[in-house]
């Protein structure tokens, strides 16, 4: 499983430099979300290719959050995040549960509405049908350079990609 973890690896690092470029640049939205969404995806598909806990030719966007909870058990995970104790390590891990989430559901293929990569069906604040693009609708909470989120889910990536090989 060496090949595929190594491979999976080096295109999430391909996937999240992409994201970094359109993200410095405080444009393209959409792009830059689901660039993020993708590096995340397969850094954690990585990961649990090395346990053996993960096929890699199953087709799952459903990976990057309970990649945070598999982060959790691993020993000395404080020293990852640069943080003092278990307990900031565990809050951390939380938050970033929460977002790996939330970018999770940006996927079209699990957004009803909502995505990163496709217009999709709504009613305008009238409640008449409208179309909306990502392009000009995606909120910035991933992208933005200076959002809490994007900038921490990007020192997060560093951060566990530095370790990786101590951890897996």
């Known amino acids: 499983m060496t090949i595929w973890r190594d491979a999976l690896r080096a295109q999430a690092r391909s996937d999240f430099g992409a994201s970094a470029v359109l993200g410095s640049a405080d444009a393209y939205a959409s792009q830059t979300t689901m660039l993020l969404q993708m590096a995340w995806e397969k850094l954690a598909k990585a990961a649990l290719v090395s346990g053996g806990h993960w ?6 966007h459903k990976v990057a959050a309970k990649f945070a909870s598999v982060l959790k058990k691993r020993p000395r995970i404080e020293a990852v995040f640069e943080l003092t104790s278990k307990v900031a390590a565990a809050a951390r891990l939380t938050w970033l549960q929460g977002e790996l989430e939330a970018l999770e559901a940006l996927t079209p293929a699990l957004a009803p509405g909502e ?3 496709y217009p999709w069906e709504c009613r305008d604040a009238a409640g ?4 909306r693009r990502p392009a000009e609708h995606l909120t910035r909470r991933f992208c933005g350079p200076r959002q809490r989120g994007g900038v921490h889910l990007r020192k997060d990536f560093e951060a566990v990609d530095r370790h990786f090989d101590r951890l897996f």
């Open 55 to 60: 096929d890699p030719r199953t087709k799952s």
């Open 115 to 117: 995505n990163a990569e």
């Open 128 to 131: 008449q049908p409208d179309v």
